[in-house]
C-alpha cells in the first residue's frame, strides 16, 4: 500500500526562519532517488539545492516558485512505497493516506540533508502574505516517468516569474523566456497557453500585470524586500549603528604595478591565469594586515574583547542578480600572487552564477570591494559585521603625476579604507593604508616585509 511522507523546508544549517522558493526540479508523477536535488531556494545569504532523503514517487508540490516559507513546513508530499512492498504500518498510526493535520518527519528521517529546523517547539508567527498552507496528502497518481528537470532559473531583479513547473519545463523546451511574459491566470501565474503564444509570435492578452510587480497605470514596479537583498540591508544598517566608521583615502600611482602585471601575464608561470589588479590588491591587503594585525581582529562586545586573527579570510564583495554577496577566500594570507588570482576567478564566477553557498560567505576577516570595476574612482564602504576593516579599490586611470619634477602621464588610482575606531585608530588606519598604498606603487616593496 502507498506509503506518504511530507518533505519540510529546512534551515540549510544556518539558523535561518524562511526562504523563497525559487524553482522546482521535479513536478508531480516523477520518480526520484535518495539524495537528488529536487528544489532551488534562496535563503538569505544565498541560493541553495535541496535534496530529497527518500526514494520514491512525487505526489504532490504545496508551494509554487516566488513563495516565501517558513523553516519546517511541508512543502512537498511523496509515495516512499509505490510498488506496496513495504510492511503494513502499525494500527497505533494514523492512516497515511489523510492524515489530519500536515506533519514533518522525525528529525532522525532528515540527517541526509544539511539542516532540519531552528525554531523552538511552539513558536507562531503571522501568516506571510502570498504563503498557502500546505494540504494533507492526496492519494499518489500512478507513477511515470521521470521527465529532464527543468534548469533554475535566476531571477531578475528580485523578480521570480509565477509559473507551475510544467508551465516552466514547456518554456525551456521551446527557448521562451519567462521573464518576458505576463502572465493570464489569477495573480499574474504564467499559464501553458501564454508560453505557446510566445514561441508562435502572438501577442499575451491585456492583463494587470501588478501582481508581478509592474503596475501599467502608475508606470512603476514593485518588487518585495526579501532573500540576499534583505539580509544585505539588515547587516549594513547593523553595522553603521554599531561601529564607529572612519574613512580615509589615499590616491596613489601603480604604474610599475601594471607593467609588473603585463610582464607577469606573458610568462609560463602565469599561462591561462587571469591576472587583475585586484589580485595585487589581495596580496598586498595579506601582507600589509601581518604589520598591522589590528585590521584583521574584531571587537566582542559581549565578552568585551578584542579578538586577533592569526589567518585572513579574505572577502570579496561581488555583485550578483540576487544582490551584493561576499564570498571568502580561505587562508589567503597563505596563497601567492597566482593562487590568489586563480582563487578570484573561482570565486567570482560561482557568485556571478548565483551558486555562492552559506558556508562560503561566513567567516571572513577583512572585505575588498571592487568599485573600479564600475568605473567608479572611490567611496566610503561599509564594514562588514563581525568584522574591522574593508578597502574600496578604485578605477585605475590614465592622470597627469609629477614625477622627478617632471608632469608625465601615469596610471594612477584611488584607495579608501573604512575601519571601526574602537578596534583601529587612526594611526593604525593610516600606516595600514599607506603599507597598502606603497605595495601597490612599487610591488618589489613587498621584499622588505
Same mark, same amino acid.
Given at each position: 500500500?502507498?506509503?506518504?511522507?511530507?518533505?519540510?523546508?529546512?534551515?540549510?544549517?544556518?539558523?535561518?526562519? +524562511?526562504?523563497? #522558493?525559487?524553482?522546482?526540479?521535479?513536478?508531480?508523477? &516523477?520518480?526520484?532517488?535518495?539524495?537528488? =536535488?529536487?528544489?532551488?531556494?534562496?535563503?538569505?545569504?544565498?541560493?541553495? /539545492?535541496?535534496? =530529497?532523503?527518500?526514494?520514491?514517487?512525487?505526489?504532490?508540490?504545496?508551494? /509554487?516558485?516566488?513563495?516565501?516559507? +517558513?523553516?519546517?513546513?511541508?512543502?512537498?508530499?511523496?509515495?516512499?512505497?509505490?510498488?506496496?512492498?513495504?510492511?503494513?504500518?502499525?494500527?497505533? +498510526?494514523?492512516?497515511?493516506?489523510?492524515?489530519?493535520?500536515?506533519?514533518?518527519?522525525?528529525?532522525?528521517?532528515?540527517?541526509?540533508?544539511?539542516?532540519?529546523?531552528?525554531?523552538?517547539?511552539?513558536?507562531?508567527?503571522?501568516?506571510?502574505?502570498?504563503?498557502?498552507?500546505?494540504?494533507?496528502?492526496?492519494?499518489?497518481?500512478?507513477?511515470?516517468?521521470?521527465?529532464?528537470?527543468?534548469?533554475? /532559473?535566476?531571477?531578475?531583479?528580485?523578480?521570480?516569474?509565477?509559473?507551475?513547473?510544467?508551465?516552466?519545463?514547456?518554456?525551456?523546451?521551446?527557448?521562451?523566456?519567462?521573464?518576458?511574459?505576463? %502572465?493570464?491566470?489569477?495573480?499574474?501565474?504564467?499559464?501553458?497557453?501564454?508560453?505557446?503564444?510566445?514561441?508562435?509570435?502572438?501577442?499575451?492578452?491585456? *492583463?494587470?500585470? *501588478?501582481?508581478?510587480?509592474?503596475?501599467?497605470?502608475?508606470?512603476?514596479?514593485?518588487?518585495?524586500?526579501?532573500?540576499?537583498?534583505?539580509?544585505?540591508?539588515?547587516?549594513? *544598517?547593523?553595522?553603521?549603528?554599531?561601529?564607529?566608521?572612519?574613512?580615509?583615502?589615499?590616491?596613489? &600611482?601603480?604604474?610599475?604595478?601594471?607593467?609588473?602585471?603585463?610582464?607577469?601575464?606573458?610568462?609560463?608561470?602565469?599561462?591561462?591565469?587571469?591576472?587583475?589588479?585586484?589580485?595585487?590588491?589581495?596580496?598586498?591587503?595579506?601582507?600589509?594586515?601581518?604589520?598591522?594585525?589590528?585590521?584583521?581582529?574584531?571587537?566582542?562586545?559581549?565578552?568585551?574583547?578584542?579578538?586577533?586573527?592569526?589567518?585572513?579570510?579574505?572577502?570579496?564583495?561581488?555583485?550578483?542578480?540576487?544582490?551584493? *554577496?561576499?564570498?571568502?577566500?580561505?587562508?589567503?594570507?597563505?596563497?601567492?600572487?597566482?593562487?590568489?588570482?586563480?582563487?578570484?576567478?573561482?570565486?567570482?564566477?560561482?557568485?556571478?552564477?548565483?551558486?555562492?553557498?552559506?558556508?562560503?560567505?561566513?567567516?571572513?576577516?577583512?572585505?575588498?570591494?571592487?568599485?573600479?570595476?564600475?568605473?567608479?574612482?572611490? %567611496?566610503?564602504?561599509?564594514?562588514?559585521?563581525? /568584522?574591522?576593516? #574593508?578597502?574600496?579599490?578604485?578605477? =585605475?586611470?590614465?592622470?597627469?603625476?609629477?614625477?622627478?619634477? +617632471?608632469?608625465?602621464?601615469?596610471?594612477?588610482?584611488?584607495?579608501?579604507?573604512?575601519?571601526?575606531?574602537?578596534?583601529?585608530?587612526?594611526?593604525?588606519?593610516?600606516?595600514?593604508?599607506?603599507?597598502?598604498?606603497?605595495?601597490?606603487?612599487?610591488?618589489?616593496?613587498?621584499?622588505?616585509?
Amino acid at each position: 500500500m502507498p506509503e506518504y511522507k511530507q518533505f519540510p523546508l529546512s534551515d540549510t544549517a544556518e539558523g535561518l526562519t +524562511e526562504a523563497d #522558493i525559487l524553482a522546482w526540479r521535479v513536478k508531480p508523477g &516523477d520518480t526520484v532517488t535518495v539524495n537528488q =536535488i529536487v528544489v532551488e531556494v534562496e535563503t538569505a545569504k544565498a541560493a541553495v /539545492e535541496l535534496p =530529497i532523503p527518500w526514494a520514491g514517487v512525487v505526489t504532490e508540490l504545496h508551494v /509554487e516558485p516566488g513563495q516565501t516559507v +517558513e523553516v519546517g513546513t511541508p512543502i512537498l508530499t511523496m509515495d516512499v512505497d509505490p510498488d506496496g512492498k513495504a510492511a503494513p504500518a502499525p494500527a497505533a +498510526e494514523p492512516a497515511a493516506a489523510a492524515p489530519a493535520a500536515p506533519v514533518a518527519p522525525a528529525e532522525e528521517e532528515m540527517k541526509p540533508l544539511v539542516g532540519y529546523g531552528s525554531k523552538a517547539a511552539g513558536t507562531t508567527r503571522r501568516a506571510r502574505k502570498g504563503a498557502t498552507p500546505a494540504p494533507a496528502a492526496a492519494p499518489a497518481p500512478a507513477p511515470v516517468a521521470a521527465a529532464p528537470a527543468p534548469v533554475a /532559473e535566476t531571477p531578475r531583479g528580485g523578480y521570480v516569474p509565477l509559473a507551475k513547473p510544467p508551465v516552466r519545463k514547456l518554456a525551456k523546451d521551446l527557448g521562451v523566456d519567462l521573464h518576458s511574459l505576463t %502572465g493570464s491566470a489569477d495573480g499574474g501565474v504564467i499559464t501553458r497557453e501564454d508560453v505557446h503564444r510566445a514561441a508562435n509570435g502572438s501577442a499575451a492578452p491585456a *492583463v494587470s500585470t *501588478v501582481e508581478s510587480g509592474y503596475d501599467p497605470a502608475t508606470r512603476e514596479r514593485r518588487v518585495p524586500i526579501k532573500g540576499v537583498r534583505k539580509a544585505t540591508a539588515a547587516a549594513m *544598517v547593523q553595522s553603521a549603528y554599531t561601529a564607529p566608521h572612519v574613512t580615509e583615502f589615499l590616491t596613489i &600611482d601603480v604604474t610599475p604595478m601594471m607593467e609588473l602585471r603585463e610582464k607577469l601575464k606573458k610568462s609560463r608561470e602565469f599561462s591561462g591565469v587571469k591576472l587583475t589588479p585586484l589580485a595585487f590588491a589581495a596580496k598586498a591587503v595579506c601582507l600589509a594586515a601581518k604589520r598591522t594585525p589590528d585590521v584583521n581582529a574584531v571587537w566582542d562586545e559581549a565578552a568585551q574583547e578584542i579578538v586577533y586573527k592569526d589567518y585572513v579570510h579574505l572577502g570579496i564583495a561581488a555583485a550578483t542578480p540576487r544582490g551584493l *554577496v561576499v564570498p571568502k577566500i580561505r587562508d589567503a594570507d597563505s596563497l601567492s600572487l597566482k593562487e590568489l588570482a586563480v582563487a578570484l576567478t573561482e570565486l567570482t564566477d560561482v557568485a556571478r552564477e548565483g551558486k555562492t553557498t552559506p558556508a562560503a560567505m561566513l567567516g571572513g576577516t577583512f572585505t575588498i570591494t571592487n568599485v573600479g570595476v564600475f568605473g567608479v574612482d572611490t %567611496g566610503t564602504p561599509i564594514i562588514n559585521p563581525g /568584522e574591522s576593516a #574593508i578597502l574600496a579599490v578604485g578605477a =585605475i586611470r590614465d592622470t597627469p603625476w609629477v614625477v622627478d619634477g +617632471e608632469i608625465q602621464v601615469r596610471k594612477v588610482m584611488q584607495l579608501s579604507l573604512s575601519f571601526d575606531h574602537r578596534v583601529v585608530d587612526g594611526q593604525q588606519g593610516s600606516e595600514f593604508l599607506a603599507d597598502v598604498g606603497a605595495l601597490l606603487a612599487d610591488p618589489a616593496v613587498a621584499i622588505t616585509y
